[in-house]
């Protein structure tokens, strides 16, 4: 028998249903039901601040700041030298956790400011970078230079004693080599400094012992969460004059941000980090000889299809998983058999009805979650157990055996899966809980292409399994989705992942529990309710020292 | 040329020494401006601390996956490297090869616990650093460390991957070029000539420093972030000390011919399709390092653990399927046989581009060959693929029962340390650990807080 090694990480196959998952995710195991109480399920029971942080900047926030304070580098710069960010369990990348700096990290830091200094202070661009440098190449032009871009660097006004420190080392490179060699290491220090390598969110310490981030600090929160960029002067100035102390304040500047072309790429890369769908790109599926020409394409198609609905339309997760549209291009209509297009451009199309609806429909989506040479009922119920239903990761047994490989025309994938896996209770203690999810996209090959039978032989979509509290019973992949649709703890789900997102971490229980209780009970779509996170309590606030 | 400077590229034996760091494209330029290979005629010199004369040189081979063992065990009774299906591309070593069986992955761990465990013998990797790190720490030398195609470019570096830790996960360097720059750093410099913004670096990363050391200080009642920060803290201090060396004396004058690192121009590295080619650029490097002794700690991360590469690439194993699925999982004779061909590919290309570079003359050692004064450590963090098992737990296959372990060769003379052989142990994993270590002069008994030997069937 054969499973995959990624398989196995979600099977446990033996007696006791052990769940190795974090405290946050038995929570999920533990929340009240609606049936029981008759309260919405939230995926959280109280609220909570969040802990002080020092937010390392991820890789495309360190370029995206270095460009936004130094555009004489231009957009293009590539001089970065920072590698992939660690993910987190959750799939994200900007996990504060995660985001450490040893010796490595350290040195690429280095690299790349190097890179960019000895960039900035070329003769090409020395001159428009700082005018003085012509005329009066003296200390007086250099403080001028760190003071501004210093503070927007670090987000925040310079120190006295910093200013001092840095006119220090530029006095002191300067006068044993020259003024573009003294400002170069000036920058490199700058660029490598703590206060510019990590995003503060420490504040200060407030009546009931917890603290109050301050007025830099917020718009620092404020700019890369919704922009992924440091603060400008604007921001900068607008936090000094205390106008975020007010919650609608931060939530009107958060809508401001993501509408900038910056911000319009936040939710996409939420929702390409969750969802995992560009792994698709880097597929093989050995059967189909076409994929590795669209395999791209596909992950094109869902990136359009989540930021139409999201952020255009401002949908919600329903909107998400029962969308009748998507996005595709000449090639990818081809490949999915809808009939001839024209041209590279890609546009809206409504699918078929035998395509089902929706993101667990995308292309990307099936066959990401699938091998190379068949499908898979686990990986694809499991998708939906772990990051729609926010169920915790199982540990995997020693000794997993492998499943048979398929015999097409002999047996149908979900047969081959049932006999492995139902067949022999120690497994189905486990996979009872998400492969049924998974034999409903079964009309889905690994390509993500349909089919209708499976070598011949007939596929049978129909399954049940434990929605929340719900025994959610249906046939195929539409009835599935819809199902989901309406459950409150998809959409409690979302919105934990999404409040994990912007917070770079956990906590026990929600920073916003009102809000998340508009979320799940569909007042609200996905992208407001990541903007209104900026007027939660816990945006501003952080809880006492650990 | 866009010269670009870094401490970790020191070569603190010489106090005129630059440092050099150079990227992709400014290492083609240097080829093509004409520079040229030469050794340089020296008497014997001690390479390393340590009181041992031989020069002693560390790679570790990682393959992900296991292997079919059926195909590992030698086909007849006391049979050694020569009768094994998949060791047996590396028969022409047999003199210089040891084979180890019985041996069982440290704190019961496996799958994603099990990578971990590999270099650093801790389940989920510990607080420790790895063990070619605590080797290189110990010889004043630095740890490199090279990965082809060491994680999944859509996955970005997750566990999968995660198997040498310095401080924190290392990403291995995936651009053989990138790796050349690092490992042949300095060479082709004029010692006369002082590079000054050695003092200009050390002055900012002063700075860097003494801000980290303010804030560690604030930091006092956040014990997570004060933790973060005296990391960091840590991470600039060690650029600023550069890898301490004293240790290594190049025996190149100039950087040596790297045809295969050459041939990777205007091809991107991380693609799939250049898998083969990258793997042998590494391999090519890091022999050509060894013998021109400008690195003699490296680690060579081959694929993450649940790669899908398409084994079919062009100079592959002739496998056009999966590597991780269906090929290391498969259970039929069939299936087995491809698991056994991919990963006798790997040795193959170990051998063609690595061993057979080493086999002459060492420059450090003339009385010796460069491959007598190496040691090579090949290993897995799975015992059998499709069982997917870290332990000694015997398998059926095919109504035979088959006694299974980790699989671990070693090769080179390991400067005279290392015993030839087929050698049947029970140990832990964590032992090969510090066999390692022991054949590389350095003493390490303690392994996660835990107690560990070197096994000493195999050293001399």
């Known amino acids: ?546 | 040329m866009h010269n670009l400077i870094s401490p970790r590229n020191r070569r603190s034996a010489n106090p005129a020494e630059r440092e050099v760091r150079l990227r992709r494209r400014t290492f083609l330029a240097l080829l093509g401006s004409g520079l040229s290979f030469s050794v340089a005629s020296l008497a014997s010199r001690r390479l390393l601390a340590g009181g041992d004369e031989r020069p002693r040189r560390l790679l570790v081979f990682y393959l992900p996956h296991g292997m079919p063992i059926e195909h590992v065990q030698p086909t007849v009774e006391g049979g050694g490297i020569s009768d094994s299906p998949i060791w047996s591309v590396l028969a022409e070593h047999a003199d210089v090869a040891t084979m180890l069986r019985g041996v069982s992955m440290s704190d019961g761990a496996t799958n994603h616990g099990a990578i971990s465990a590999m270099m650093t013998g801790s389940n989920g990797g510990g607080m420790g650093d790895s063990i070619d790190r605590q080797i290189a720490d110990a010889l004043g030398v630095q740890a490199h460390v090279l990965g082809a195609l060491p994680y999944d470019l859509s996955s970005g570096f997750t566990v999968d991957s995660h198997l040498v830790r310095h401080g924190t996960w290392v990403r291995p360097t995936e651009d053989p070029a990138e790796a050349a720059a690092e490992l042949f750093a300095g060479l082709g410099q004029d010692p006369d000539m002082p590079d000054p913004n050695i003092a200009f670096r050390q002055a900012a990363l002063a700075l860097s420093e003494a801000e980290l050391e303010g804030l560690s200080t604030r930091l006092d009642d956040l014990s997570s972030e004060r933790t973060k920060i005296d990391l960091h803290l840590e991470a600039i201090r060690s650029l600023a000390q550069g890898d301490g060396g004293g240790s290594l004396d190049p025996t190149c004058t100039g950087m040596p011919a790297l045809p295969k690192v050459e041939a990777l121009e205007g091809l991107e590295v991380m693609d799939q399709a250049n898998f083969g080619r990258v793997l042998d650029a590494h391999l090519e490097v890091a022999g050509q390092a060894f013998v021109c002794a400008t690195a003699s700690v490296v680690t060579l991360q081959n694929l993450w653990v649940n790669s899908g590469l398409n084994m079919g690439f062009e100079g592959g194993p002739g496998v056009p399927k999966g590597h991780h699925e269906p090929i290391s999982h498969s259970w039929d004779a069939a299936g087995r046989a491809e698991f056994a061909q991919v990963q006798s590919w790997f040795l193959s290309r170990l051998n063609e581009c690595f061993l057979k570079a080493l086999d002459l003359p060492d420059p450090a050692d003339p009385s010796h060959r460069v491959l007598d004064n190496t040691l090579v450590w090949v290993c897995s963090e799975v015992s059998d693929g499709a069982n997917h098992h870290s332990d000694t737990s015997p398998m059926w296959i095919d109504g035979a029962e088959w006694p299974t372990y980790l699989p671990n060769m070693f090769l080179g003379g390991a400067s005279g340390h290392l015993a030839p052989g087929v050698f049947d142990v029970v140990r832990e994993h964590a032992d090969v650990l510090a066999t390692v270590a022991a054949l590389m002069g350095v003493n390490v008994d303690t392994i996660g807080g835990k107690a560990v030997e070197p096994i000493a069937e195999v050293m001399l």
């Open chain 1, 1 to 546: 028998m054969r499973l995959p090694h990624a398989l196995a990480l979600a099977l446990l196959c033996f007696s006791n249903f052990a769940c190795k998952g974090s405290a946050q995710s038995d929570s999920w195991l533990e929340s009240g039901s609606d049936d029981e109480t008759g309260e919405v399920e939230l995926g959280c029971e109280n609220e909570e601040l969040g802990p002080p942080l020092l937010r390392r900047l991820t890789r495309d926030e360190f370029s995206a700041s270095l460009v936004a304070v130094f555009p004489e580098l231009g957009a293009q710069w590539d001089g970065l030298a920072l590698g992939p960010d660690p993910i987190s369990e959750r799939g994200f990348s900007n996990d504060a956790a995660l985001l450490s700096v040893g010796e490595q990290v350290a040195e690429e830091i280095l690299a790349s400011a190097e890179a960019a200094a000895s960039e900035l202070v070329s003769p090409e661009v020395l001159a428009s970078l700082l005018p003085c440098s012509v005329d009066t190449p003296d200390i007086v032009c250099a403080e001028t230079f760190i003071e501004t871009r210093g503070r927007l660097l670090f987000r925040r006004t310079l120190q006295a004693d910093e200013l001092a420190t840095y006119s220090d080392l530029f006095e002191e490179v300067s006068s044993t080599s020259d003024f573009a060699t003294g400002l170069r290491w000036t920058l490199v220090a700058l660029m490598q400094s703590p206060h510019f390598v990590y995003r503060f969110e420490l504040g200060a310490e407030g009546a009931q012992g917890e603290r109050e981030l301050l007025d830099w600090e917020v718009a620092t929160a404020l700019s890369y969460t919704y922009a992924g960029v440091g603060p400008d002067e604007d921001l900068l100035a607008r936090a000094q004059a205390g106008e975020f102390a007010q919650a609608q304040a931060r939530v009107d500047a958060a809508a401001e941000l993501m509408g900038a072309p910056q911000g319009e790429q936040i939710l996409s890369r939420f929702f390409a980090e969750w969802i995992r769908y560009g792994r698709a790109g880097s597929k093989i599926k050995v059967n189909v000889e076409t994929y590795s020409q669209v395999r791209e394409d596909l992950v094109e198609e869902t990136r359009l299809f989540v930021d139409r609905v999201v952020r255009q339309e401002g949908g919600s997760m329903r909107d998400l998983l029962t969308s009748d549209q998507t996005y595709l291009n000449a090639q990818l209509v081809s490949y999915y058999g809808w009939g001839e297009g024209t041209g590279s451009a890609y546009t809206s199309q409504t699918r078929p009805e035998h395509y089902s609806v929706g993101l667990l429909a995308q292309g990307s989506v099936l066959a990401g979650y699938a091998h190379t040479d068949s499908s898979s009922p686990t990986l694809r119920g499991l998708l939906i157990y772990e990051k729609l239903l926010c169920k915790p990761a199982l540990a995997p047994p020693p000794d997993v055996p492998s499943i048979d490989p398929p015999e097409l025309g002999e047996i149908t994938t979900r047969e081959r899966y049932e006999l492995a896996h139902a067949g022999d209770p120690a497994c189905a203690s486990c996979h009872q809980f998400f492969d049924p999810l998974g034999f409903a996209f079964e009309h889905f090959d690994e390509s993500g292409r349909y089919r209708e039978t499976e070598g011949g032989l007939p596929i049978d979509t129909s399954a049940s399994a434990l929605v929340g509290s719900t025994m959610l019973s249906f046939s195929g992949l539409t009835e599935m989705a819809e199902g989901l649709a309406q459950e409150a703890s998809v959409h409690a789900c979302t919105g934990d992942n999404l409040e994990r997102f912007a917070f770079g971490g956990e906590v026990e229980g929600c920073r916003a529990l009102e809000l998340r209780e508009r979320l799940v009970k569909e007042e609200i779509g996905l992208a407001d309710y990541f903007v209104e996170l900026a007027g939660a309590d816990g945006f501003a606030r952080r809880s006492g020292p650990n």
